[in-house]
């Protein structure tokens, strides 16, 4: 009796198992330029996974969803217009339906090939998104309640003119930002715990402005890098303390590396805390 009752578990967990595989569905994009020298991309993605890795490729964008479709609408539309091509990503929970993030999964894959501006929303999701090697001069992320990865594994062929990321309720890594080879950048943090990475390549002057509510964040500098950082110094509800550092108090709550004012090559990094704490460590 036993035997067969474990027998009969087995066939219905299979059975529940081969169900919720049933409601997935499958679907892959192409993306081809169409005659474009340059990419939009617009994304509103709600709930879910998703994946951004880039490869050199002729296609614009390679993109694999795999979704339960009581749960999820998409859209993913592609126009040719004055030589840009524009890329909309949308992904929406129907009403009065809860989502698990392993029911609407989006693997898109950037081709390297090609200028891109980006202006990505995620809601509650978790993200791994790669940008290394792409071409990109002005990068846009709004991150809900969501945990995840950006890293730019490789240099930005060309200087980033700005690169705006605004953080809710999230749990968010930033990695090798320098390779981002950014003009100008700017970080709002929400409720939550941030790590960002400034290691990577540098040319010229970068500005970065980091704005920390209520949460804490990790800070790593590339250790022989100039670098200015301006604070608003601390007080009991807030904190900013320097680690491994190498600074020196030129004013009130200013910090320069000896070598700032010479350097071709720098970091102006402006630090702002609500009801939080940062902590700037300096590493190889």
């Known amino acids: 009796m036993k035997k067969y009752g474990i027998t009969a578990l087995v066939l219905v967990m299979l059975l529940a198992a081969s169900a919720v ?7 892959s994009k192409q993306i081809d330029p169409e005659g474009a020298e340059r990419i939009v991309i617009e994304a509103d993605l709600g709930g879910g996974q998703f994946n951004v890795i880039t490869k050199d490729m002729k296609e614009a964008a390679l993109i694999d969803i795999e979704y339960d479709p009581k749960r999820v609408d998409y859209e ?36 390297t090939r090609y200028p891109v501006d980006m202006h990505m929303e995620f809601g ?4 791994e998104m790669d940008l290394g090697g792409i071409p990109l001069e002005e990068l846009s992320l709004e991150v809900g309640a969501a945990s995840g990865v950006i890293e730019f594994s490789q240099p930005n062929p060309i200087r980033m003119r700005d690169l705006s990321i605004d953080a809710g309720a999230s749990s968010l890594e930033i990695v090798s930002l320098g390779n981002a080879r950014f003009h100008e950048m700017s970080f709002e943090g929400g409720v939550g715990s941030f790590d960002i990475d400034f290691r990577g390549i540098y040319e010229g002057e ?6 920390i509510g209520l949460g804490s964040a990790d800070i790593i500098i590339p250790r022989g890098l100039a670098v200015r950082i301006e604070t608003e110094g601390g007080n009991w509800l807030s904190s900013v303390d320097f680690h491994n550092d190498d600074l020196d108090e030129i004013d009130d709550d200013i ?14 990094l402006i630090i702002e805390v609500g009801l939080g704490s940062i902590d700037v460590y300096f590493k190889d």
């Open 124 to 127: 509650a999701c978790d993200a």
């Open 206 to 211: 970068s500005e970065a402005r980091i704005e």
């Open 76 to 111: 993913v539309d592609y126009r040719v217009k004055r030589s840009k091509g524009y890329l909309i990503l949308e992904s929406t929970t129907r009403r009065g339906k809860d989502l698990d993030t392993d029911r609407n999964i989006w693997d898109v894959t950037l081709s």
């Open 21 to 27: 595989s049933a409601r997935m569905e499958q679907v």
């Open 255 to 268: 910090y320069e590396t000896p070598d700032f004012d010479k350097a071709d090559d720098r970091l102006v």
